[in-house]
């Protein structure tokens, strides 16, 4: 029995590690106390339906008290960002500067480092929210929108875990390279745990439909950085989670 309660206690704060990461959630006592590694990406799934979840509640209300579905969308969306302090946005405005910049590719990641947000940022931020918010309100009814947003933080948080065993660390600093590469279980773990929280949401032909549209955003994420970067880096993880969660909330839109 104590090996057993040993054994959730550990994977609970895996996933406390995980949130601490990859949200701005309050965790209280359970914040973890040291730099998080590899092995928590197996929760990387959980945390998306999480967040997903908490943004497609408030989807749902919003649509309850009369918003039309933009609006809805457009809050169900701020709040997704409030909870995860922006993370992902930020890596993909930041590697979409790197991505665009001329020069050598120690040059790109030293833009990718630059505090400054270029025309490829801007432009990457205002595409990401404009397809969400669209992809959102094509969405009917409100229950699918929330159901809609679940999907895209599982896939968009799964497809991530591929991206270092695709690629190398781009420079041996930073959270990319200090994250490490998960192990084939953790790995395995994670993704028969993304693709099980799909299969209980979707129907066999949407979940084949999302599986592509996150595999797809991951390939060509880690394309654009081999060959720009010569490997990915930490803003590259949240471009992976934005590419992703934009081709499967459109996918949904499309199916109806």
Same mark, same amino acid.
């Given at each position: 029995m104590s090996l057993v309660l040993g054994f959730f206690r550990s %994977?609970?704060? /895996? =996933?406390? /590690? !995980?949130?601490?990461l990859l949200s701005r959630l309050p965790l209280g006592r359970f914040a973890?106390?040291?730099?998080?590694?590899? %092995?928590?990406?197996? !929760?990387?799934?959980?945390?998306?339906?999480?967040?997903?979840? =908490?943004?497609g509640g408030v989807d749902l209300l919003a649509a309850r008290l009369g918003l039309s579905p933009w609006l809805a969308a457009a809050w169900a969306v701020a709040v997704g960002m409030l909870l995860s302090g922006a993370l992902h946005e930020d890596g993909l405005a930041d590697a979409a500067d790197g991505l665009g910049a001329e020069g050598s590719a120690a040059r790109r990641l030293a833009v990718m480092r630059d505090p %400054?947000? $270029?025309?490829?940022?801007v432009l990457a931020l205002i595409l990401s929210v404009a397809? %969400?918010?669209?992809?959102?309100?094509?969405?009917?009814?409100? $229950?699918?929108?929330?159901k809609a947003l679940m999907v895209a933080g599982i896939g968009g948080r799964t497809a991530m875990i591929g991206l270092p065993l695709l690629l190398p660390p781009a420079r041996a600093s930073g959270l990319g390279a200090a994250l490490g590469t998960p192990g084939k279980g953790v790995a395995l773990a994670a993704f028969?745990?993304?693709? $099980?929280? =799909?299969?209980t949401l979707l129907s066999p032909a949407r979940l084949c439909a999302v599986v592509l549209a996150a595999g797809l955003g991951l390939g060509v994420v880690a394309l654009a950085a081999k060959w720009r970067l010569g490997g990915y880096t930490g803003?590259?993880?949240g471009a992976v989670e934005q590419?992703? /969660?934009c081709l499967t909330l459109t996918v949904l839109a499309a199916a109806g």
């Open positions: %994977r609970f704060g /895996e =996933l406390a /590690e !995980a949130l601490g973890p106390s040291a730099p998080p590694s590899a %092995r928590v990406m197996w !929760a990387f799934p959980l945390v998306g339906v999480i967040l997903g979840g =908490l943004a %400054r947000a $270029g025309n490829y940022a397809i %969400r918010l669209a992809a959102l309100a094509a969405i009917t009814p409100a $229950g699918a929108t929330a028969a745990l993304g693709l $099980g929280l =799909l299969a803003d590259i993880y590419v992703a /969660e």
